[in-house]
């Protein structure tokens, strides 16, 4: 275990998103200095892929959009494969700032047990104006997630987040698939990880259009709702070894 | 029962059981799928020629006109139908999502380790894919 200098890969999910990925790539590698970069293409139709190739980032081409759960549920498995110490999410449409991954990394170097730190554009003044209702739907989350884990959530949406180990292998097992930053905040409390939040800056979006338009926002309300209730409801959310597989191949009703 | 609607009840039944059977046979329907199927046939066949067994539900839950208890236990098994495949279409989503990410890290991993067919073929498709995109182009 090298404590002092933890091996750290950024995963950017990109879904057509040719015009901002590159640039978010390229900002790691200036703002981000030994972090490794790997770019999941989410099943684009525009030249998300060749352009990240040609910054000279690792590309994870999904052969089809599995959506933002999936693509980085890829990323888990790719760091837990490859034995990094650490994975941060960076989107990749510009929102996230890379010169912040180094206020992310300082919370866990500061307290090694904190497993998931969060960047959070509620803590602090850091000027940032998400549109009223998405910021009413987030404060609705962040009001819900905070009764059950008994502690302050203040932007449970914000996917900018940096995972030890503990959490790289428990999300490379099992990630929501869509809109799963609300779930993963349940997960990780269901299963006695160590969370922390800490406020960073975030960029307006840089282009490509937002996982979740206006139109869907009501079903995004929804969904996470009926998976924050279930998941209270669930006593073991997630397979542990020798559990029966989460997708099994054998039939049954 | 009337016997009208006890002979097209009888008919329906058998019907759907012998499509049922066929596709089964002609290999286009696989055994588990096609067994509820069959169980819900062959249930409702049943119902539809021993009508005294119908009435006598009908009248137990309060149904005045028997062939009325026949429909509510079809809608019954239609119910469960439509669950079954349900869990079977997030059962699939699941597992297709699982080979996507399997097969993607495979494809990173060979183009990492040098193989030229696999990187030429990224290559090519992401000019394909490029081609047909003009406007992301600078």
Known sequence: MRTDNPRTLAVVPAYNEAETAPEVVRSLHRDAPGVDVVVIDDGSTDATAAAARATGARVIRLPFNLGIGGAVQTGFVYARENGYDRMVQVDGDGQHVAAEIATLAAVMDEDPATDMVCGSRFLGDNGYLAPISRRTGIHIFAFLLSRIVDRPVTDPTSGFRLYNRRAISLFARDYPHDYPEVEAVLMVHHHQLQMREVPVRMLERGGGVSSISSGKSAYYMVKVLLAIFVGLLRRRPVVEPGDASPAPASHGI | ?138
């Open chain 2, 1 to 138: 029962m009337e016997l009208r609607i006890q002979l097209v009840s009888i008919v329906a039944a058998a019907g759907l059981f012998v499509v049922v059977f066929e596709m089964v046979r002609r290999r286009r329907l696989l055994e588990r799928y096609a067994l509820l199927w069959l169980f819900s046939a062959l249930a409702l066949l049943g119902l539809a020629i021993w009508s005294g067994l119908l009435e006598r539900i009908a009248s137990t839950i309060g149904i005045i006109y028997p062939p009325n208890a026949l429909f509510l236990i079809a809608f019954g098994f239609v119910l469960v139908l439509l669950l079954h495949f349900s869990l079977a279409v997030s059962r699939l989503t699941d597992q297709t999502k699982m080979l996507a990410q399997r097969l993607a890290l495979l494809e990173e991993r060979q183009s990492r380790a040098g193989h030229d067919v696999a990187r030429e073929r990224a290559d090519a498709r992401d000019e394909d894919e490029a081609a047909l995109e003009p406007s992301s182009r600078p």
